[in-house]
Nanobody
């Protein structure tokens, strides 16, 4: 079965950095577009960015220039490097993959940015 396991969240000060990881299993990882979402308290879940199987990336405007998504197909892992963090980046971050119209999610990892 599909499993996504995130790690790397934590508490960081404004301007700091964190790197999130998402280890995938049960899928042909190398061909899949992998997505990072986040959900802040009281807000809807939003797409942060995505990386295709070919390595193309896109990001929501609010994180462009600060966040970088990468992948290691040998390790079935996708990463979210977050730099210049702001308090408004505080959220639970989720890894996602959509296969044949079905969404699969990790358990989420909390990122808290203190001001």
């Amino acid at each position: 079965q599909v499993q996504l396991v995130e790690s790397g969240g934590g508490l960081v000060q404004t301007g700091g950095s964190l790197r999130l990881s998402c280890a995938a299993s049960g899928i042909t990882f190398s061909i899949r577009t992998m997505n990072w979402y986040r959900q802040a308290p009281g807000k809807q879940r939003e797409l942060v960015g995505a990386i295709s199987g070919g390595g193309s990336r896109n990001y929501v405007d609010s994180v462009k220039g600060r966040f970088t998504i990468s992948r290691d197909n040998a390790k079935n892992t996708v990463y979210l490097q977050m730099d210049s963090l702001k308090p408004e980046d505080t959220a639970v971050y989720y890894c996602n993959v959509r296969i044949m119209g079905l969404d699969y999610w990790g358990q989420g990892t909390q990122v808290t940015v203190s001001s």
